[in-house]
């Protein structure tokens, strides 16, 4: 009898494999990008994933740009159709939206700079021995903003730049992060889950698929240590949640000194009278918060802020103009008005952020059929030009943000090169954006809700260490590459075993 009932099972799933893969093939063969031009897929499994993971940054998308176009196609997972999901994502964004507003920054703002200056007397402590020291900018920019996330966003201690030792969850979010920049195919399926092809063919139930993947796949080192980090990050980070929660339920506010974090705004915000119950986020939602703010609030400005201070030691000018504006405010811990008042800073900021943007790229899915018009017809393989894109429900769209931000048919012949100037013309601020007219902070309504918050970090940090110091590249410039994992992180391309690294050498800046 149990036999008979596991082969009608057997024989009932085979037949919905087979199913899933007919229509799969039919969804392909009707596409209507089918005839859009594009690479050839290089894998069977990854499409061109693998070879967009490996290249450097934009370079790449720009490439493919020049042989197809500038509307193109390329294949991801088993060709690449995503299944899109319901989310809340609106709802979220009108209870976060308070917590990062211009008046909250602004109270942060003493966090930024304090983090800032304990930075630059660390650096101050190296350089007084010789005169002179060489740093690695990305380590100790990544402390900086490890520690400023912890303390603006939920009120915890990471303690990274006075001690050599790691807090729980900081040592638990750096395996995370690290681990993130491996591709591995198993990896990716089980954390993306119902998004790939891969789980709706063959395995049609997610969570099902999730357990017998991992019952049978043999567990690696990495795994485990993977498991336990995120083990980690969610027990602390419940725990973080419950204080911020028992506070507010015992003094209906929180204390002077924790007021201010984002994750007590957050929690403020979804326990507000006015808001329905039926629109509060969960514990688990706002949970979720925490990774994110450690992703968007450390990792994307200590990249940019290492970018920044690399462009200026390619740029003297642009270092000594810099430091010259800086060093017109009397003191050394600026309010957020006062960083804001000062154009050429946000010159060398925007500019940064346009030619090193952080995330240099991002995916979109289709959340119902849609004719796109285009600013550039394309014309498909059979010749046949369009000045429309259909596109359909569940399929992917890529934004090459960065390939945007260095193109030449916006930004002219020195699209590639480092010139703040440029933001002081008319012509720049026309541009069309959510901020710096362009997308290194995406636009629209799914725009970087934590924009003001990164950008008075990063002009923070500018502003401290480069009134303090002067910068020179410890390498040559062409031995500094990028990788990308999530942010685009620099290497030295004669060292990869090292790992990223940005080495500086500092000398102090006398003030004559």
């Known amino acids: 009898m149990f036999l008979k009932l596991l082969l009608s099972v057997a024989g009932s799933l085979g037949a919905y494999v087979l199913y899933q893969i007919f229509r799969l093939i039919c969804k392909e063969f009707n596409s209507p990008l089918k005839n859009m031009p594009g690479p050839k897929s290089s894998h069977i499994f990854y499409g061109n994933l693998r070879e967009i993971w490996k290249a450097e940054n934009s370079v790449l998308h720009e490439q493919w740009v020049r042989e197809y176009g500038s509307t193109l196609k390329y294949k991801g997972f088993f060709g690449g159709f995503l299944s899109p999901r319901k989310t809340s ?28 200056v304990e930075l630059r007397d660390i650096w101050a402590s190296q350089v007084a021995k010789s005169g002179t020291a060489r740093v690695d900018a990305l380590t100790w920019l990544s402390k900086a903003t490890l520690d400023i996330i912890g303390l603006a966003g939920f009120n915890y201690s990471f303690n990274s730049l006075a001690s050599e030792e790691q807090t729980e969850l900081g040592a638990a979010f750096a395996t995370t992060f690290q681990a993130g920049q491996t591709m591995n195919a198993l990896r990716m399926s089980t954390d993306l889950g119902p998004q790939l092809p891969y789980h709706r063919v063959y395995l049609p139930v ?9 019952k049978f796949h043999q567990r690696t080192k990495l795994d485990r240590v993977m498991e336990n980090s995120q083990a980690v990050m969610r027990r602390i980070g419940l725990q973080l949640l419950q204080e911020s929660k028992d506070e507010m339920a015992q003094n209906g506010t929180f204390e002077k000194g924790r007021s201010r974090d984002l994750l007590s705004l957050l929690v403020r915000a979804n326990t507000s009278k006015d808001l329905p119950a039926s629109q509060r986020l969960s514990d688990e939602d706002v949970l979720a918060q925490v990774p994110t703010f450690l992703v968007a609030g450390h990792e994307t400005t200590s990249t940019g802020t290492t970018w920044a201070l690399f462009a200026l030691t390619q740029n003297m000018a642009a270092q000594t103009r810099l430091r010259n504006e800086l060093l ?9 008005d006062e960083l804001n008042a000062l154009p050429y800073l946000d010159c060398v900021v925007r500019e940064t952020l346009r030619i090193h943007a952080p995330v240099p790229a991002t995916m979109r899915v289709a959340v119902q059929d849609d004719i796109v018009p285009l600013a550039q017809p394309f014309t498909d393989i059979h010749g046949t030009v369009h000045e429309t894109l259909k596109v359909t429900k569940g399929q992917t769209i890529m934004i090459p943000i960065l390939a945007l931000n260095r193109n030449p048919a916006i930004w002219g012949p020195d699209s590639m090169e480092f010139v703040p100037e440029r933001w002081e013309s008319e012509i720049s601020n026309a541009l069309p954006g959510v901020w710096g007219h ?40 062409a031995d500094i590459g990028k990788k990308t994992s999530v942010v685009q992180r620099p290497i030295i391309r004669s060292q990869p075993e090292a790992g990223n690294q940005m080495p500086l050498i500092i000398k102090p800046y006398i003030r004559s």
């Open 89 to 116: 994502t609106d709802n979220k964004r009108k209870i976060m939206n308070p917590a990062f507003g211009a008046p909250q920054v602004r109270e942060l703002t003493p966090i930024f700079v304090q983090k800032s």
């Open 206 to 214: 997610p969570t099902v698929s999730r357990v017998l993947i991992r």
């Open 328 to 336: 017109t405010v009397s003191t050394d811990e600026p309010t957020m």
């Open 438 to 477: 362009m997308l290194s902070f995406l636009g629209g309504p799914r725009a970087c809700i934590g924009y003001r918050f990164s950008l008075i970090e990063m002009k923070a940090l500018l502003f401290t260490l480069v009134r303090a110091f002067t910068f020179e590249l410890a390498v040559p410039a």
